[in-house]
């Protein structure tokens, strides 16, 4: 069923005055006008149309589809308008989620920048340690720190996060001096538990050959600021980007451990699902925060 056509059908029907003119206007056979009229009175249950042999005169309800028919195909042009415009230019919403931690220190700065350029987008930004689903909770992005699984969203890697392992002054007085990684074996760790195995440190060797420490439980969490801020209290050694310990760093309450080591480094990827027509404010988003970072 096309409504739509049909509606269009009728109003050149209705405007021509007979079948073979509106078919001439459509470029189709006159017996298909009147096949797709036929249909359409069928359909409905009612007579639009009263046929003589000189001309087509409407019925009160084919009067009443006329008006009704118009404004809703009027509406559907304005719709089809209004989603051509939005595809070409940079303007709507955006619904973006983010980590916590991250959002809360690196996106103002960006999310500031691209808003200045583009005025007539509006942004829904919800911040979060797990993750979203992006399907089934309407995001039309999200920013995620690491590994991802394997799934049917689409990735783009925007920039690398540099991790860094620290504790404070007092934790190092007491538990060092460290000279090597396996000097933090079995101490106790800040644990984050949105991450798989945070309470294993992981390192690559000179060699290239990887190594690892493993911390003890002490405080596990699920936000990577609450666990920087007890890192700064002494109660542990926090492996973490060094976004989240920059503040602690900076103040002297936390000290890195081992700069030297080549701890790993994550990255950050921005998720979409997919989709054959990505909206231009979305794929606008994406392009300034890979600049941007």
Request: glycine share 8%; charged share 25%.
């Amino acid at each position: 069923m096309d409504a739509a056509r049909d509606m269009a059908t009728f109003q050149v029907l209705a405007r021509t005055g007979t079948i073979s003119a509106a078919a001439h206007e459509l470029g189709v056979a006159p017996s298909a006008v009147s096949r797709r009229l036929k249909a359409l009175e069928a359909r409905l249950g009612i007579e639009l149309v009263r046929r003589s042999t000189r001309a087509m005169v409407l019925t009160p309800a084919g009067e009443a589809y006329l008006a009704r028919s118009k404004d809703l195909l009027q509406s559907i042009d304005a719709l089809e308008e209004e989603m051509r415009k939005e595809s070409l230019g940079v303007a709507g919403p955006i619904r973006l989620a983010a980590p916590l931690s991250f959002g809360l220190c690196a996106l103002p700065k960006r999310i500031d920048g691209f808003l200045r350029q583009n005025p007539d987008v509006t942004m829904e930004i919800d911040l979060r340690d797990d993750q979203v689903d992006l399907v089934r909770e309407g995001f039309d992005l999200a920013l995620r720190i690491g590994d991802l699984p394997p799934s049917t969203l689409i990735a783009k890697k925007l920039t690398p996060i540099e991790m860094t392992v620290a504790a404070s002054p007092e934790f190092v007085e007491k538990h060092g001096p460290f000279r090597k990684p396996a000097d933090l074996e079995g101490l106790p760790g800040l644990i984050y538990a949105n991450a798989p195995r945070s309470d294993v440190l992981n390192w690559t060797e000179d060699d290239g050959s990887e190594g690892r420490v493993q911390l003890s439980r002490g405080i596990v969490a699920n936000n990577g600021d609450i666990l920087a801020a007890l890192a700064a209290k002494g109660h542990g050694i926090y492996g973490a980007p060094r976004f989240i310990m920059q503040e602690y760093l900076d103040a002297g309450t936390l000290v890195e451990i081992l700069p030297e080591v080549d701890w790993p480094t994550n990255t950050l990827h921005a998720i979409w699902p997919p989709t054959a027509h990505l909206p231009a404010r979305v794929r606008a988003l994406i392009d300034y925060l890979g600049e941007a970072f």
